[in-house]
C-alpha cells in the first residue's frame, strides 16, 4: 500500500517544554556558572519580570517562545534589597505577585532534591480595588550542593543570586513539570514533559 503524500502545506511547530529537572540541572545551573550564556540567553534572556505587567512579558521571551500562547521563560537576578537581607519586591506598577501554597522541592531522575519551586498569582489593582488574575508563575532556585556531591541537609540550601521564572497563563488544562521520587506523597503532578515537543498544524 503506498503512502499518501506528504502535504506541502503541512508546518512543524517546536515548542520549547522543558522539565523542571532540565530547567534547573541544565538552564539554572549553566547560568549561575556563567557558561553557555549567549545560548542561554537565546532561549532564555535575563528580565526583572517584577518590573513588568505580565501581559507585557510575552513580547520579552526568548526566541523559542516568542509564538507560544501559554508560558514563558526568564532568568531573574535578584533584587539589591535581597541581597542585603530583605525580603524581595513582587510588586508592580499595575498589581503584585503573591505567593499560594507552601514551596516545594524539585528532584531530579536520580532522586536527588535539586531546587526549590515556589508558586504565584497575579493580582492586578492596588490597596482593596484587586483582582485574581489568570497569570501565575512558578519560581525556581538551584540548591546549594555540598561539596562531596550530596544532598545529606535536612534544608538545603538555596542560590540566591539568580532564579529561575516560568511564567504560564491558566488555561484549565493540567499540565506536568515535575519528576519526583517514586513512592514520596505527590506535593505536585509527578508526570515529567520532554524539553521540546512539536506539533503539526
Known amino acids: 500500500m ?8 503541512t508546518v512543524v511547530i517546536y515548542r520549547f517544554y522543558p522539565t523542571e529537572e532540565e530547567l534547573i ?3 539554572l545551573s549553566n547560568k549561575l556558572e556563567n557558561h553557555r ?18 501581559s507585557h512579558l510575552p513580547r520579552l521571551a526568548g526566541e523559542l517562545c ?11 537576578p535578584r533584587q539589591e534589597r535581597e541581597a542585603q537581607g530583605g525580603r524581595p519586591s513582587r510588586t508592580t ?13 524539585v528532584y531530579s531522575s536520580g532522586n536527588k532534591v ?4 515556589k508558586t504565584m498569582v497575579f493580582y492586578e489593582g492596588k490597596s482593596r480595588k484587586v483582582k485574581k488574575t489568570v497569570w501565575k508563575m512558578n519560581e525556581y532556585r538551584a540548591i546549594k550542593e555540598e561539596v562531596d556531591g550530596t544532598n545529606a541537609l535536612p534544608v538545603p540550601k ?26 514520596i506523597e505527590p506535593m505536585v503532578n509527578p ?5 521540546a515537543s512539536s506539533s503539526r498544524n
Open 2 to 9: 503506498a503512502e499518501p503524500e506528504p502535504n506541502p502545506h
Open 25 to 27: 540541572s541544565f538552564y
Open 37 to 54: 550564556t549567549q545560548d542561554l540567553h537565546r532561549v532564555i534572556p535575563v528580565v526583572n519580570v517584577y518590573e513588568h505587567n505580565p
Open 66 to 76: 516568542q509564538r507560544d500562547t501559554e508560558q514563558w521563560f526568564f532568568f531573574v
Open 93 to 105: 506598577a499595575s498589581g503584585y505577585w503573591k505567593a499560594t501554597g507552601s514551596p516545594t522541592y
Open 114 to 117: 535539586i531546587g526549590v519551586k
Open 158 to 183: 538555596l542560590r540566591h543570586e539568580l532564579s529561575l521564572c516560568r511564567v504560564y497563563v491558566v488555561s484549565g488544562t493540567t499540565r506536568a513539570f515535575d519528576r519526583r521520587p517514586f513512592g
Open 191 to 195: 508526570h515529567g514533559s520532554m524539553g
